[in-house]
């Protein structure tokens, strides 16, 4: 049966080119006032002015829902570490004690503390978490999200980590694409050897992955102490040989070369980017890449440098903006916050974030020409909330604002 949204007061459809958009092309919304959605079978058969889709030949036998407030596409989320057995308290701890990121690291911190209790919990036990956790992102409008490994850093712990994903998605109706991050850290085996425990992801891991069709995109955390440029793109190379698309982790804690690095593996996004100069701008403009910028964990561990979001769109990079959930430095699943300081801290006008977190989103994990708009023949994923202008999903923040989740067509969530 065919299901119509209506008393719509925005609709955000983000109409436009089947393309990431970039420039001023993130500030057109394709608003509509007075709206409805019309939806059938998943797919969105109509959208615009409520007078309009009602004159839709499935309107009249729809089952009509009133649902006022503002509604846009579901978010989008394309950089997660969503998969993970326990918070990093003690890290927490010793950051608001002044420790940095290096600091923690040596003490054990950082991402070397996930791995023993990602290689201890059972694939069971990962999945039913992973699926819980689904929940609260479902609840604040996101409807697709990328999920990386990488906590687990041995054959059979990044495997599990990835089967615990595509168990996770059959409990929950969150779509979620999952990355193979083996390349996050040396593990301690390895005794920082990088190339020898990259060579081991190369002849090992990859191929079993591969094998089982458990990721989508192969990602690797180019920076000063864990991998280098010339391994970066090495790597990358090699995954997009067996089928994997190349992501990169490129300039979060300084400026090393992993952005084009990146590039030079033909990566379809470059992720956090705060420390990215001009001639790294161009590269990426140049290439088409995406910019995934992940300002939520800025704000978590208290940096005052943020990603270059005015430059970065003023010289024609399509920007995404994700939250970056993870359990070390940005426990957050809440995409209206990631808004929220795009805007408070990146410069970002609401337009440009809406557009970054949902439109840029898709594109930032290939979907774009399913996903990440409201117009006829897309997915109907959908996220409505308490609000009468859409900016105030960007001025309001530290609560949840969505009130009702539809994917493909299906309500998944709504307030009580």
Known sequence: MAILFTGIKQLLTFAGDNAPRAGAAMRETGLVKNAAVLVENGIIAAAGSGAAVARHRLAKKAKKIAVGGVCLPGFVDSHTHAVFAEP???DFSMRTAGASYQEIKAAGGGILAS????????LGAMAAQLAARAGRFLECGTTTMEVKSGYGLSLESE??????????AELTP???LPTLLAAHSVPPEFAGDAQKYLDHIVAEVLPRVAAEKLAVFADIFCEKGYFTPEQA????????????????????????????????????????????YAEDIAAMREAGTIAA???????????????????????????????DFNPGTCPCWNMQFVLSAACTHCGM????????????????????GRLGAVVPGMQADLAFFNADDYRELCYYFGANQCVMTVKKGKIVYRKP
């Open 233 to 276: 793109t090495g790597y990358l190379k090699a995954a997009a040989g067996l089928g994997f698309r190349p992501k990169v982790h490129s300039e979060q804690l300084s400026n090393y070369g992993g952005t084009r690095a990146g590039i030079a593996a033909g990566a379809i996004s470059a992720d956090h980017a705060d420390h990215v």
């Open 349 to 368: 006008t609401p337009e440009e974030t809406l557009c970054a977190a949902t439109v840029n989103g898709a594109w930032a994990l290939g979907l774009g």
């Open 159 to 168: 495997l599990k980590m990835l089967r615990a994903v595509r168990a996770a």
């Open 115 to 122: 791995i023993g209790a990602v290689r201890r919990q059972p």
């Open 293 to 323: 910028l992940l300002p939520a964990s800025n704000f978590y561990l208290g940096l005052v440098k943020y990603p270059p979001a005015r430059e970065l769109i003023a010289e024609g990079v399509p920007v995404a903006l994700a939250t």
């Open 174 to 176: 969150l779509e979620m």
């Open 88 to 90: 990093r308290l003690k």
